[in-house]
């Protein structure tokens, strides 16, 4: 199954400002998905992404807060924008693996301060 | 819309105890099913699925079979172990990874295990 680069690991960072998250997957894939997970909750998907168009969005999640990026088949890119403190959670990559499976990326944990 | 309904936690358990934690699910179709676990400051990993009606998804000791009657897929493990101390998600989608369908959680149960 594919194996995913997820960075940064960890990030603590001032309100008012943005973090950009990467994920690098080691084989091509169509879709690729962007969860967050709020401290002590479940994952919630964000957005989906497919190459070569704009990703979807799920309901209460925007472009303008959460911009992502999907050059090619391998890579993609979240960012956080205008971070407040509720944007604290950990933020996840995962593709599917063919057939009906899916892997994750180890996660970035966001601290807004 | 699809849902997934897993029991609160945390669960506590002495070693060697068995395991069960509910999940059931609502879903339009014929859902794949899944448990995902996550280790402390860990990201999730695939623990077993299950894709059709009355499959059984095993791996490590755990099992969970597909109940299309009950809309559910229990976890289950005969004998925890202090290292599966983590929390457990059970999941579905409603079809095929290539085709974008997204993965429904439930809202995790966290189980402790003590010696």
């Known amino acids: 199954s594919a194996v995913i680069s997820q960075k940064p690991s960890r990030d603590i960072c001032q309100r008012g400002t943005s973090l950009t998250i990467q994920c690098q997957v080691d084989?091509?894939?169509?879709?690729m998905f962007w969860y967050r997970q709020q401290p002590g909750q479940s994952l919630t998907l964000i957005a989906t992404?497919?190459?070569?168009?704009?990703?979807?969005?799920e309901s209460g999640f925007v472009i303008d807060k959460f911009p992502i990026s999907r050059p090619n088949l391998t890579f993609s890119t979240l960012t956080v924008s205008n971070m407040s403190p509720e944007d604290s959670s950990i933020y996840l990559c995962?593709?599917?693996?063919?057939?009906?499976?899916?892997?994750f990326g180890s996660g970035t944990r966001l601290t807004v301060v | 819309g699809d849902s997934v309904t897993q029991m609160e936690g945390p669960v506590t358990l002495s070693e060697e105890a068995f395991l069960t934690i509910n999940c059931t699910y609502t879903?339009?179709?014929?859902?794949?099913l899944f448990w995902y676990v996550q280790y402390p400051g860990e990201g999730l990993q695939l623990l077993l699925k299950?894709?059709?009606?009355?499959d059984k998804g095993s791996n490590k000791g755990f099992e969970a079979t597909y109940r299309k009657e009950t809309t559910s897929f229990h976890l289950e493990k005969g004998s925890v172990q202090v290292s599966d101390s983590a929390v457990y998600f059970c999941?579905?989608?409603?079809?095929?990874?290539?085709?974008?369908?997204?993965?429904?959680f439930g809202t995790g149960t966290q189980l402790k295990v003590e010696l």
């Open positions: 995962s593709v599917g693996t063919g057939g009906y499976g899916y892997t």
């Open positions: 084989s091509q894939v169509t879709m």
């Open positions: 992404a497919n190459q070569g168009s704009e990703a979807t969005y």
């Open positions: 879903a339009t179709g014929y859902p794949s």
């Open positions: 299950a894709t059709k009606a009355d």
């Open positions: 999941a579905l989608s409603d079809g095929f990874t290539g085709g974008g369908n997204k993965l429904t």
